[in-house]
């Protein structure tokens, strides 16, 4: 992959960082306190135990600093880079007592954002054939939204929607509490509204669950077209390829075509080849597996004596 790192303002998440830290009562290591010189110095190895996406050393350094303000992380690899096992990612320095109250705290995280980085370059390698995008969905870890979409990024995948106030968005419980059901006479009168309330160019995502469905938002939006995304919630293949069948034969500017809901890794080649421009996956951040690695630490002399 070994594509450039994806922005990300390690300052932003400094309270964040903080609240993880007091979680695990990183403040209060009652073993180092015991153990471990306040004036010993150490440094420790951030390392792969399998292969996988790299993401989160950014915040390595931000995380230790509330520690030991003296802390510093050499990071040796990229973020988004693919590593392979045993690959040394970074080492942090600074007091021991630090190193040992974060270590915890830090590989929950970063195995957290490789987990899902990981994951997300396997998505997009199944669609990278067709030209597919492979987009997040906001089934993120409550907090961590923001985070679990850098490592999207970092997978080589795109974002979705971050929140409710960033995209319109109509969804069958949207037609469910404002007509009292759905249909393709509810999805029309939806786009009827929306479109009179929205000023050109904003994007509008409308979930069609059948074909019926995405006939009546084609034919609501045509005046729009090109600003919808119209989203095949749970369509099976040969719904898929119909869709894209319709929307070729219409004349452009035509909306995007979305495939969502219950998107496996197995079933996304075949999706993709269909002619869908987007794809959208919860199991990019709700089902990515942790990562794993460790942080071994060792002592370093002091080097003011």
Not at 30 to 57: F, I, Q, Y
Not at 202 to 224: C, I, P, S
């Amino acid at each position: 992959m070994n594509a450039p790192a994806p922005a990300l303002d390690p300052a932003a998440f400094q309270d964040l960082l903080r609240r993880f830290l007091d979680e695990d009562h990183a403040g209060e290591d009652r073993t180092s306190e015991a153990l471990v010189d306040p004036a010993t110095r150490a440094v420790g190895e951030v390392r792969l135990k399998e292969p996988g996406v790299v993401c989160g050393l950014v915040l390595l350094e931000p995380l230790f600093a509330l520690l030991d303000p003296e802390a510093r992380a050499e990071r040796l690899v990229e973020e988004g880079a693919r590593a392979g096992a045993g690959t040394v990612l970074a080492r942090v320095h600074g007091r021991a007592r630090a190193l040992l109250a974060g270590e915890r705290t830090a590989l929950n995280l970063l195995q957290r954002l490789c987990g899902v980085a990981t994951l997300t370059a396997a998505y997009v390698e199944a669609a990278m054939a067709t030209g597919t995008w492979v987009l997040d969905t906001r089934k993120t870890t409550p907090g961590l939204r923001a985070l679990e979409r850098y490592a999207v990024r970092c997978g080589g995948g795109h974002n979705h929607r971050l929140h409710l106030a960033d995209a319109v968005m109509v969804k069958e419980n949207h037609l469910q509490a404002a007509f009292g059901g759905t249909g393709p006479a509810a999805v029309a009168e939806a786009l009827r509204v929306l479109l009179a309330q929205t000023a050109p160019g904003t994007a509008l995502y409308v979930e069609v669950e059948d074909l019926a469905e995405l006939d009546a938002a084609l034919a609501a939006g045509a005046g729009r077209a090109a600003d919808l995304v119209l989203m095949l919630d749970d369509f099976g293949l040969e719904e898929v390829r119909a869709a894209v069948r319709r929307l070729r034969a219409l004349p452009a500017p035509r909306p995007r075509l979305e495939a969502t809901g219950g998107v496996t890794l197995e079933a996304l080649g075949a999706l993709a080849s269909t002619g869908v421009h987007r794809v959208s996956a919860g199991r990019l951040t709700h089902g990515a597996r942790a990562l794993d690695l460790s942080l071994k630490i060792r002592r370093v002399p002091d080097p003011t004596t």
